[in-house]
């Protein structure tokens, strides 16, 4: 897919774990690890609202478009 999260990144580098994102966000872990992969078909507008709040970030710094040439396999 074209469309990549880089939520692990953004995790990395403000120092928090995923289970205390999910917390703070509202939702389960499993939803966020399915985010976190790349292993859902969308997201909602409000969830990247509580993602970028908590993380102190805009929506470009956790979705990348890759071009499927690039993408890996």
Same mark, same amino acid.
């Given at each position: 897919?074209?469309?990549?999260? /880089? =939520? $692990?990144?953004? =995790? %990395?580098?403000?120092?928090?774990?995923?289970?205390? &994102? %999910?917390?703070?966000?509202?939702?389960?872990?499993?939803? =966020?690890?399915?985010?976190?992969? @790349?292993?859902?078909? @969308?997201?909602?507008?409000?969830? =990247?609202?509580?993602?970028?709040?908590?993380? $102190?970030? /805009?929506?470009?710094? &956790?979705? %990348?478009?890759?071009?499927?040439?690039? %993408?890996?396999?």
């Amino acid at each position: 897919m074209p469309i990549t999260v /880089q =939520l $692990d990144v953004m =995790l %990395a580098r403000r120092k928090m774990r995923s289970r205390e &994102l %999910a917390t703070r966000i509202g939702i389960s872990e499993v939803n =966020l690890s399915l985010l976190k992969t @790349g292993r859902v078909k @969308g997201i909602r507008f409000e969830t =990247l609202e509580k993602l970028c709040r908590e993380l $102190d970030c /805009q929506p470009g710094d &956790l979705l %990348a478009h890759v071009p499927e040439e690039e %993408a890996p396999t």
